[in-house]
């Protein structure tokens, strides 16, 4: 069964203090690696697709990085408006069904 | 151009009870998929259809039902409601079929079973 996990579960940073979300995956063939973003009452929205390792994107204060085992994404001088859970997701396919995996996701709270 | 529309974003319902929830995705998106999102196990993968056939389906028992419509909206079914079906769902499209990852949400249905 693919796995996608997410680490830490809750991360709090003072403003312009920069860190890395974590997102360790094992999926046999990865056929694409999402990062999305989700506000309180709000569904996610998508931030980046990584398809191989070496692979990097990069959004404002946001950049997702992906090696063979997992993918970091790193924020550079948050603003309380990067607060939000962040939430990775595999593409999985078998038995000729696709659908994403998502791992339980990081909540980022950045204080002025 | 407008979003996902989901309704009704509320609804509190009892055990035994049945729900429909409907989804309007992005004018000229032809695929749907539909998410159960809880605290416990995160976001999980019900269903998706494309050009009104169930594409890909998770691995949820047969209470959970769908079908899209020609016009492409959607609806996802929950017959004989129980209390761990308490969950947000999100509808999500794509204009193409596959689950291809990038995914566009609406801001979901809340259902509170009592």
């Known amino acids: 069964e693919d796995q996608v996990t997410q680490s830490p579960e809750a991360l709090r940073l003072q403003e312009g203090e920069s860190s890395s979300l974590n997102c360790s995956y094992t999926v046999s063939g990865l056929r694409g690696l999402f990062w999305y973003r989700q506000d309180p009452g709000k569904g996610p929205e998508f931030l980046f697709t990584l398809y191989s390792a070496g692979e990097e994107k990069e959004k404002e204060r946001l950049k997702a990085t992906l090696t063979k085992k997992e993918s970091f994404l790193h924020i550079t001088a948050p603003k309380p408006e990067d607060s939000a859970t962040y939430l990775c997701a595999v593409r999985q396919t078998q038995g000729g069904s696709e659908k994403l995996v998502f791992g339980k996701g990081t909540k980022l709270t950045v204080n002025p | 151009k407008a979003g996902v529309t989901q309704t009704p974003r509320y609804l509190i319902k009892t055990r035994g009870q049945q729900v429909t929830l409907s989804c309007s995705p992005i004018s000229g998106h032809r695929s749907v998929s539909w998410y159960q999102q809880t605290p416990g196990q995160g976001l999980q993968f019900l269903f998706e259809?494309?050009?009104?056939?169930?594409?890909n389906k998770g691995n949820f028992p047969g209470r959970f039902s769908g079908r899209q419509f020609s016009n492409s909206r959607s609806e996802m079914n929950v017959s004989t409601l129980e209390l761990g079906d308490s969950a947000l769902y999100l509808c999500?499209?794509?204009?193409?079929?596959?689950?291809?990852?990038?995914?566009?949400f609406g801001e979901g249905s809340r259902l509170t079973v009592l």
């Open positions: 259809y494309f050009s009104e056939t169930q594409r």
């Open positions: 999500a499209s794509n204009p193409r079929t596959g689950s291809a990852g990038e995914l566009f």
